[in-house]
Protein backbone atom coordinates (compact mmCIF):
# COMPACT_ATOMS: atom_id res chain seq x y z
CA UNK A 1 0.00 0.00 0.00
CA UNK A 2 1.64 3.70 -1.14
CA UNK A 3 1.79 6.10 1.67
CA UNK A 4 -0.63 9.25 1.73
CA UNK A 5 0.18 12.40 2.29
CA UNK A 6 -2.10 15.67 2.31
CA UNK A 7 -0.95 18.17 0.99
CA UNK A 8 -2.67 21.66 2.26
CA UNK A 9 -3.10 24.82 -0.01
CA UNK A 10 -1.88 22.34 -2.66
CA UNK A 11 -1.87 25.28 -5.41
CA UNK A 12 -0.13 23.86 -8.95
CA UNK A 13 1.01 20.35 -6.25
CA UNK A 14 4.68 21.71 -6.17
CA UNK A 15 4.52 19.20 -3.43
CA UNK A 16 2.67 16.68 -4.44
CA UNK A 17 4.47 16.07 -7.65
CA UNK A 18 7.57 15.24 -5.33
CA UNK A 19 5.88 12.91 -3.74
CA UNK A 20 3.94 11.04 -6.46
CA UNK A 21 7.61 10.36 -8.41
CA UNK A 22 8.61 8.75 -5.39
CA UNK A 23 5.60 6.45 -4.71
CA UNK A 24 3.48 8.35 -2.64
CA UNK A 25 -0.57 8.94 -2.92
CA UNK A 26 -1.73 12.27 -2.73
CA UNK A 27 -4.97 14.48 -1.54
CA UNK A 28 -4.49 18.30 -2.35
CA UNK A 29 -7.04 20.91 -0.42
CA UNK A 30 -7.54 24.15 -1.85
CA UNK A 31 -9.60 26.88 -1.94
CA UNK A 32 -9.71 27.18 -5.66
CA UNK A 33 -9.06 25.36 -8.39
CA UNK A 34 -5.69 26.13 -10.11
CA UNK A 35 -5.72 25.93 -13.89
CA UNK A 36 -3.06 27.63 -16.14
CA UNK A 37 -3.07 26.03 -19.80
CA UNK A 38 -2.36 22.28 -19.54
CA UNK A 39 -1.08 22.63 -16.10
CA UNK A 40 -3.22 21.57 -13.16
CA UNK A 41 -2.50 19.66 -9.48
CA UNK A 42 -2.12 16.29 -10.57
CA UNK A 43 -3.56 14.33 -7.19
CA UNK A 44 -7.12 14.10 -6.27
CA UNK A 45 -7.89 17.69 -5.53
CA UNK A 46 -10.81 18.55 -2.68
CA UNK A 47 -11.80 22.54 -3.08
CA UNK A 48 -11.93 23.67 0.31
CA UNK A 49 -10.96 26.33 2.63
CA UNK A 50 -8.55 24.92 5.20
CA UNK A 51 -9.52 27.01 8.08
CA UNK A 52 -12.46 24.92 8.28
CA UNK A 53 -10.88 21.83 9.03
CA UNK A 54 -10.15 19.46 11.70
CA UNK A 55 -8.75 17.13 12.88
CA UNK A 56 -10.85 14.45 12.42
CA UNK A 57 -11.12 15.21 8.36
CA UNK A 58 -7.76 14.60 7.93
CA UNK A 59 -7.68 11.93 10.58
CA UNK A 60 -10.54 9.58 8.55
CA UNK A 61 -8.42 9.10 5.20
CA UNK A 62 -5.32 8.34 7.71
CA UNK A 63 -2.55 10.37 5.84
CA UNK A 64 0.89 9.33 6.53
CA UNK A 65 2.26 12.79 6.38
CA UNK A 66 0.58 16.26 5.96
CA UNK A 67 2.31 19.20 4.27
CA UNK A 68 0.98 22.97 3.84
CA UNK A 69 2.43 25.56 2.21
CA UNK A 70 -0.12 28.59 2.82
CA UNK A 71 0.56 31.79 1.10
CA UNK A 72 2.92 34.86 2.27
CA UNK A 73 0.85 37.55 3.11
CA UNK A 74 3.81 39.24 4.27
CA UNK A 75 5.45 39.13 0.99
CA UNK A 76 2.82 40.52 -0.67
CA UNK A 77 2.72 43.75 -1.78
CA UNK A 78 -0.79 44.55 -0.95
CA UNK A 79 -0.21 41.67 1.85
CA UNK A 80 -0.84 44.58 5.01
CA UNK A 81 -3.61 46.49 3.04
CA UNK A 82 -5.65 43.17 2.48
CA UNK A 83 -5.11 41.86 6.40
CA UNK A 84 -4.03 43.98 8.89
CA UNK A 85 -1.31 42.36 11.53
C1 LIG B 1 1.99 29.24 -1.84
S1 LIG B 1 0.60 28.70 -2.82
C2 LIG B 1 0.75 26.94 -2.78
C3 LIG B 1 1.94 26.35 -3.49
C4 LIG B 1 1.90 24.83 -3.59
N1 LIG B 1 1.79 24.20 -2.28
C5 LIG B 1 3.07 24.23 -4.35
O1 LIG B 1 3.88 23.49 -3.76
O2 LIG B 1 3.17 24.49 -5.55
C6 LIG B 1 -0.73 29.00 -1.66
C7 LIG B 1 -2.07 28.31 -2.02
O3 LIG B 1 -2.93 28.49 -0.91
C8 LIG B 1 -4.26 28.50 -1.39
N2 LIG B 1 -5.10 29.01 -0.31
C9 LIG B 1 -5.15 30.28 0.19
N3 LIG B 1 -6.01 30.36 1.21
C10 LIG B 1 -6.53 29.10 1.37
C11 LIG B 1 -7.49 28.55 2.25
N4 LIG B 1 -8.08 29.29 3.21
N5 LIG B 1 -7.79 27.25 2.14
C12 LIG B 1 -7.20 26.48 1.18
N6 LIG B 1 -6.28 26.95 0.32
C13 LIG B 1 -5.95 28.25 0.41
C14 LIG B 1 -4.16 29.35 -2.64
O4 LIG B 1 -5.25 29.14 -3.51
C15 LIG B 1 -2.83 28.88 -3.22
O5 LIG B 1 -3.03 27.86 -4.16
Given at each position: MKPLVIDLCCGLGGWTRGFLSEGWEA?????????????RYPGELILRDITTLCG????????????????CQKLLVYGDALEPR
Open positions: IGFDIEKHEYGDKYDLRCVNPALVVASPP
